[in-house]
């Protein structure tokens, strides 16, 4: 089949019926197909038959739910802390069990899944939108521009990534906010890298030659012709850039160098456990509500991201 | 290709050049500028000043630049005050310790990674397969430290098998004779680095499985046994070689986090502790050191794959 997302619909090709007056004019009526949107739908249908996949989006759900609808049901209190309940082990007020300062670990574990899922979105939308902007116009520019901002994105990729995650913590003493941008700042460059490389091949595409021979910006030819049409990298990309961010963020918390307290995420409630386990007494509940979730909520997006591949790849073998 | 040597020289030197300026200026990142996270929050204004002027932060940036890469050209990294030591010597002390983990780790993980892979990719869609696949999504999906953290939970908690922290000491050999300290953060290390290799030579077996020049081995006659081995296990291992060699120090990084569950007293655990004592000359130092390292592995690997890979085109 020949059909390509802007091409195959007969009702767009008769151009020359349309009231001409400005290549605007022009270029909305090709923007105004169901281009991107056909081809968002027909990746779900694909995406819906992988059972695996939508065995994650079920858990996934049920995580965000746990997270932000919980703390309304099961009330903890994760301000004061109660030393005479520290390290209390699970019981039936408190089902798993109490930290080492004496927060319920259930409740703590809604509280630091918030932190842990908002991070993990926000970090990964603003990475992935930066980079996504980069990218399209690096590669959409071209020439000695494209090169030389690419070199930017080769020093930038060239720092070990945790080390200087690890140093813009020491700086900042980030709160949830200032966190997102930590791992935003450096986590871009991957996907400029990636976007660049489908721009290459998309900008000689028949229908965004057009957009340049009727006299339409670079700009509109990027946002509405290139970046529609990356959107299967972009949105896979995104989901791996979730997962990423929540463990990145967990490596920091670890560290001691995440969010400052009272706020706490998965890591933080792991660098907790680890001190007593090592201590030699067997706290189990101190680290196994927060690793499970951590690794749960990774594998989710881990599956999801690989089905999204998936379908939209055979998107493209299909064309 | 004396054209494509000069061209990614060039290439990786302005690189080189970016970071170089980046890292400086991450000096004036710090709270309060350099000399402020050095002399603490009660110094006074007056001292901060005299100190700025002495370490020559107060002129243009440019200069500072300048002076600055002249240092490192002499191999002057900076001096941690709050160690009272140079950078350079705390690295000498510390990266051959590091090197012990890394290689250790990434042997082990190679070692079971390989022929696993390899498997999967002969057997694949196999039960076999699946359950392999599962294991290196869980490895994708664990960090490293909780990695760690359930080792010492599992063997030095629950059975006495294996003590919780690595072996202590200032030299190589010091850390090489306690092997039984050893066992676990290599083997929390190769865990990680199994699930990365697994699944390469997974992919890279099959992708070589489909190659025409399998098609014409296997029509000259040659066994399936020798197109395996003799064809597609060698150009698989190739790939892997490379990626190894890219992914090396990102491998030493990422020992950071085994470093501190065990306290391995390597650059890893050097790095977190000058992260919390705000020792920026250490954070600095060995931030640049790695990604000059990263650069350079690089380099190497785009050169020796043009000069091995005819069929790579340069433009």
């Known amino acids: 089949m020949t059909e390509h997302p802007m091409g195959a619909d007969p009702g767009r090709m008769d151009t020359a019926t349309l009231p001409v007056e400005t290549p605007e004019a022009i270029e909305r009526a090709l923007d105004a197909g169901p281009a991107s949107r056909s081809l968002l739908r027909r990746g779900w249908e694909v995406f819906a038959e992988n059972k695996l996949a939508l065995a994650s989006l079920a858990m996934l759900v049920f995580i965000v739910l746990f997270c932000f609808v919980g703390p309304h049901i099961y009330h903890t209190n994760q301000v004061n802390t109660n030393l ?10 408190h089902p798993l069990g109490c930290d080492n300062v004496g927060y319920d670990q259930l409740g703590r574990l809604m509280v630091g899944g918030q932190t842990s899922l908002e991070v993990g979105f926000a970090a990964a939308i603003v990475a992935v939108f930066i980079g996504t902007l980069y990218g399209a116009f690096s590669g959409f520019i071209g020439g000695p521009v494209d090169s030389f901002l690419m070199r930017i994105v080769d020093a930038g990729l060239s720092i070990p990534y945790i080390m200087v995650v690890i140093i813009l913590s020491v700086v900042f003493h980030p709160d949830t906010v200032i966190m997102i941008f930590i791992i935003a700042v450096f986590y871009w460059l991957g996907v400029a890298r990636l976007v660049r490389g489908e721009t290459l091949s998309l900008r000689t595409r028949e229908y965004v030659q057009a957009v340049r021979v009727i006299g339409g910006r670079k700009s509109r030819a990027v946002v509405r012709h290139i970046v529609p049409n990356a959107i299967g990298t972009i949105i896979v990309q995104t989901t791996f850039a979730i997962a990423d961010s929540i463990l990145i963020l967990a490596g920091l918390g670890f ?47 881990n599956f999801i991201g690989d089905a999204l591949r998936d379908s939209f790849e055979t998107r493209l073998q299909r064309r | 290709m004396t054209g494509f040597l000069i061209r990614r020289t060039l290439q990786a030197l302005l690189v080189v050049f970016l970071v170089t300026v980046f890292t400086l200026a991450l000096v004036h990142l710090f709270p309060g500028g350099p000399i402020r996270s050095l002399l603490g929050p009660r110094a006074t204004p007056q001292q901060v000043a005299y100190y700025n002027r002495l370490y020559g932060f107060d002129q243009p940036f440019y200069v500072q630049y300048i002076k600055w890469v002249g240092q490192l050209l002499h191999g002057n990294l900076g001096f941690s005050t709050k160690l009272n030591q140079s950078v350079t010597s705390l690295i000498a002390q510390d990266l051959p310790k590091t090197i012990i983990l890394v290689l250790l780790g990434t042997v082990v993980s190679l070692v079971f990674g390989i022929p696993l892979g390899l498997y999967q990719a002969v057997k694949r869609y196999t039960t076999g397969d699946y359950i392999l696949t599962g294991i290196s999504f869980l490895g994708y999906a664990t960090p490293t430290f909780f990695v760690g ?64 020049y399998v098609r014409t081995a296997r029509a000259k006659g ?19 070689v490379t990626l190894l060699g890219l992914s090396l120090p990102t491998l030493v990084a990422g020992a950071i986090f085994i470093e501190v569950v065990f306290n391995y007293p390597g650059m890893g655990l050097a790095f977190y502790n000058a992260a919390l004592n705000v020792d920026y000359q250490v954070l600095l130092g060995f931030t640049l050191i790695a990604t000059l390292a990263t650069i350079l592995g690089n380099l190497l690997a785009d050169v020796s794959y043009a000069v091995l890979d005819p069929r790579v085109r340069y433009n």
Do not use: K
């Open chain 1, 255 to 301: 560290l001691g160098l995440g969010v400052q307290p009272p706020a706490t995420d998965w890591g933080d409630m792991l660098s907790g456990g680890l001190t007593y386990i090592q201590s030699g007494t067997n706290y189990w509940w101190l680290i196994y509500p927060p690793g499970i979730a951590i690794i749960l909520t990774c594998i989710c997006f």
């Open chain 2, 222 to 240: 040659a066994s399936e046994r020798r197109v395996l081995w003799g064809h597609v296990f060698r150009n698989s291992l190739m790939s892997i």
């Open chain 1, 84 to 93: 005479n309940d520290a390290l209390c082990p699970p019981s039936s007020a």
């Open chain 2, 149 to 212: 953290i359930l080792l010492v939970e599992w063997f030095s908690i629950d059975i006495h098998l294996f003590p919780p922290f690595a072996p202590q000491g200032t030299t190589v050999g010091q850390i090489l004779a306690d092997p039984r300290a050893l066992v676990l953060p290599v083997a929390a290390y190769a865990f990680v680095l199994y699930a990365l290799w697994s699944r390469y030579m997974r992919s890279s077996v099959m992708d070589n499985l489909v190659q025409d």
